[in-house]
Nanobody
Framework: QVQLVESGGGLVQAGGSLRLSCAAS????????MGWHRQAPGKEREFVGA?????????SYADSVKGRFTVSRDNAKNTVYLQMNSLKPEDTGVYYC??????????????WGQGTQVTVSS
């Protein structure tokens, strides 16, 4: 079955960096676009960024993270990454990876990981 397992979250000071990983299994990873979303307490889940399938030559980002976050993939390792730089307190939330689309719309994704907590202190 499809499994997505995020890791790499934690507590970081504002201005710091984190790299999240999402290890995928149960499907042909290279065939699928992958996305990252996040959810802050009391807020709806929101799109962060996504990467196209195969070579991952195309990426898209929410305006709030553009220029600070980078999505990448390693098909040999069945893993998608989210490099987060210049972190801000408003980046705090649970970060989820998702399979099957690179849309901002979470309903377009077929499978989700369990999430990893990112907390940015001011």
């Amino acid at each position: 079955q499809v499994q997505l397992v995020e890791s790499g979250g934690g507590l970081v000071q504002a201005g710091g960096s984190l790299r999240l990983s999402c290890a995928a299994s149960g499907f042909v990873f290279s065939m699928y676009a992958m996305g990252w979303h996040r959810q802050a307490p009391g807020k709806e889940r929101e799109f962060v960024g996504a990467i196209s399938n195969w070579s991952g030559s195309s990426t898209s980002y929410a305006d709030s993270v553009k220029g600070r976050f980078t999505v990448s993939r390693d098909n040999a390792k069945n893993t998608v990454y989210l490099q987060m730089n210049s972190l801000k307190p408003e980046d705090t939330g649970v970060y989820y990876c998702a399979q099957g689309s690179w849309s901002w719309d979470p309903n377009r994704y077929a499978y989700w990981g369990q999430g990893t907590q990112v907390t940015v202190s001011s």
